[in-house]
């Protein structure tokens, strides 16, 4: 079968600009040349109470209207504020979502199975049953650190974040269980990715990639009290290739001269396996070419 990401001689574009600003949303996503059509779901992550650190709606405003996107979730396999439909809208709205476009809680009505064609620890992965209604999908993570994932962006967005409650577990577990988090580290990380490959099969390649970096925790937006960011903003990052783009992002935390504490995160829990295994079963491609968009 032919990757859905061809590996040519010419590296995916990866776009990169300073400006955190709704202005520099919109250039990154312009610099994308995507024309989504039909029903276009904006994958974005509501953040648990009280955790400050997710995308602000301010931000994402004039991206999301630009594409007449709905706004798209999923509900948490642990019990937090988001565990439920009810109380995921109620956070979605006291976080400013719901004024800035309608809200679709995927898995508010069950979960979908949909096949992993090239998996090595998924045959298949569970999302929200919702996701059929949609034609194209943008993907707007705020990149940070995780407590098990090492590292958070595009590629946890579309998998994890898409994937059920059933099916976060699935994933965690590496297609051993549909409860709990438990599992080998670097197979819930190849699992991870698989994951990720399947979304955008099922999407039939339908997807772009934004990814801003602010307010960089070791943790995620998902933990209710994270540890404050140590470290500088760098931007706001875009491209058509989801590993590209979280390659992108990790070298960016290396280069910088104050991201010791994420560096130490990531590593600490092979974050980087992630995009090793996504490079190796056609998610995309570790290689990739950045582009300023200042000047």
Known sequence: MVPLVKKTKAKPVVYITADISPAGLMKAY?????????????????GEPPNSNYLRPELIKGV???????????????????????????????HGYTGIAEVDILDAEGSLSIPVKRGVRLKENFVGSHLPKYDYCLVLSHFKGHQMAGFGGAIKNISIGIASAEGKSWIHSAGKSKTGFSGDQDEFLESMAEAALSVVESLKGNVSYINVMNRLSID???NGNPDEPDMHDIGILASLDPVALDQAC??????????????????????????????????????????????
Request: aromatic share 4%; glycine share 10%.
């Open 250 to 295: 990790v070298d960016l935390v290396y280069a910088a001269p104050d991201g010791k504490s994420l560096i130490a995160r990531m590593e600490s829990l092979n974050g980087s396996h992630v995009l090793k295994h996504g490079d190796s079963i056609g998610l995309g491609s570790k290689n990739y070419e950045l582009v300023r968009l200042d000047g």
């Open 220 to 222: 995620c937006d998902c």
């Open 30 to 46: 312009k610099a994308l040349g995507v024309a989504p059509k039909g029903n276009v779901a904006v994958k974005i992550t509501t």
């Open 64 to 94: 999301v209207q630009e594409v007449s996107g709905t706004l798209v979730e999923s509900n948490t396999a642990y019990a937090g504020s988001r565990a439920s439909v009810a109380m995921h809208l109620k956070v979605a709205e006291e």
